[in-house]
């Protein structure tokens, strides 16, 4: 068990609560399964808005306000293609994941403290994915799906839901939230 993860998910004990597990997430730079689509997509993207900033700037009479308007998409455009997996691999370093007798937590520290956790005893579904013994995710809840895209490109305030993301073993934490849930 990660002992600094252990310490962030006492912090968040209720109760009688223990902890079954704690973990953190792979540290780096990842890519997800939705990076198949939004990869081609920001490059796309990125490469028009450079392309019209340029146009613009070639020009002699452009107002200057297309050359800002234009700036503003190629800042957005130069985010998607590289700046959100800095963004991603700086919010995973700071991210602590928990299975307690009662639930499952996740606490992360970036751009503030969030706390998001779900009951185990509320039945609902848990979706574990990659290798059994490798790195993998567990993802909790009924949700809606966020397509293929990946996690960080939904809406602002959009519920992205609970999920356990790159951590060693997904299969032996599912076993523990399951063996968890039976006890209850």
Same mark, same amino acid.
């Given at each position: 068990?990660? %002992?600094?993860?252990?310490?962030?998910?006492?912090? /968040?004990?209720?109760?009688?609560?223990?902890? !079954?597990?704690?973990?953190?997430?792979?540290?780096?730079?990842?890519?997800? *399964?939705?990076?198949?689509?939004?990869?081609?997509?920001?490059?796309?993207?990125?490469?028009?808005?450079?392309?019209?900033?340029?146009? !613009?700037?070639?020009?002699?009479?452009?107002?200057?306000?297309?050359?800002?308007? =234009? =700036?503003?998409?190629?800042?957005?455009?130069? &985010?998607? %293609?590289? #700046?959100?997996?800095?963004?991603?691999?700086?919010?995973? *370093?700071?991210?602590? &994941?928990?299975?307690?007798?009662?639930?499952?937590?996740?606490?992360?520290?970036?751009?503030?403290?969030?706390? !998001?956790? /779900?009951?185990?005893? @509320?039945? #609902?579904?848990?979706?574990?994915?990659?290798?059994?013994?490798?790195?993998?995710?567990? @993802?909790?809840?009924?949700?809606?799906?966020?397509?293929?895209?990946?996690?960080?490109?939904?809406?602002?305030?959009?519920? /992205? #839901?609970?999920?356990?993301?790159?951590?060693?073993?997904?299969?032996?934490?599912? /076993?523990?939230? !399951?063996?968890?849930?039976?006890?209850?």
């Amino acid at each position: 068990m990660d %002992v600094e993860a252990l310490q962030r998910i006492q912090q /968040e004990r209720m109760g009688s609560e223990t902890v !079954v597990w704690a973990g953190r997430p792979a540290a780096g730079l990842r890519f997800r *399964s939705g990076d198949v689509f939004a990869v081609p997509f920001s490059l796309l993207w990125c490469g028009f808005a450079i392309f019209w900033e340029l146009s !613009v700037a070639a020009s002699p009479k452009a107002p200057p306000f297309m050359l800002v308007f =234009g =700036g503003f998409f190629v800042v957005i455009g130069l &985010y998607m %293609v590289v #700046g959100r997996y800095f963004v991603d691999s700086y919010k995973r *370093s700071k991210t602590y &994941y928990g299975i307690t007798n009662q639930r499952a937590i996740a606490v992360c520290e970036a751009f503030g403290r969030k706390v !998001v956790s /779900e009951s185990l005893r @509320t039945p #609902g579904t848990i979706s574990t994915s990659g290798s059994p013994g490798g790195l993998g995710s567990l @993802t909790f809840g009924n949700r809606m799906p966020q397509g293929n895209m990946p996690k960080g490109f939904a809406w602002p305030g959009v519920d /992205e #839901g609970l999920s356990f993301d790159f951590i060693q073993n997904p299969k032996r934490v599912h /076993e523990l939230i !399951v063996n968890a849930q039976q006890a209850l």
